[in-house]
Nanobody
Framework: QVQLVESGGGLVQAGGSLRLSCVGS????????MGWFRQAPGKEREFVAR????????YYSDSVRGRFTISRGNAKNTVYLQMNSLKPEDTAVYYC??????????????????WGQGTQVTVSS
């Protein structure tokens, strides 16, 4: 059974930083791309960042580019999201996701087969 478990969320003041982690189990993720999405109250889930199976290529939404960094652990079953210069509009539940297609720049949630339960990030002004 594939599981993705996120951690690292919390409450932070605007301008602060958080580092989210996602650990996968139940399969080998070395051939998969991994990504982060977020969903704010009353809004649709939106793409945040993606990293391909090799870790060489990364993609970001316009709203986080330059502030967030996605990376993978050496074991390839872990993905991180370093979030700097946080803004109140970054407040959301953040989800880790796995795309069995390990390459490309897919930002559509329908392309990701496995999802974590989410971790809350709240940025106060």
């Amino acid at each position: 059974q594939v599981q993705l478990v996120e951690s690292g969320g919390g409450l932070v003041q605007a301008g602060g930083s958080l580092r989210l982690s996602c650990v996968g189990s139940g399969r080998t993720f070395s051939s998969d791309a991994m990504g982060w999405f977020r969903q704010a109250p009353g809004k649709e889930r939106e793409f945040v960042a993606r990293i391909t199976r090799t870790g060489i290529s990364t993609y970001y939404s316009d709203s986080v580019r330059g502030r967030f960094t996605i990376s993978r652990g050496n074991a390839k079953n872990t993905v991180y999201l370093q979030m700097n210069s946080l803004k109140p509009e970054d407040t959301a539940v953040y989800y880790c996701a796995v795309d069995l297609t390990g390459w490309g720049a897919s930002v559509a949630s329908r392309d990701y087969e496995y999802w974590g339960q989410g971790t809350q990030v709240t940025v106060s002004s």
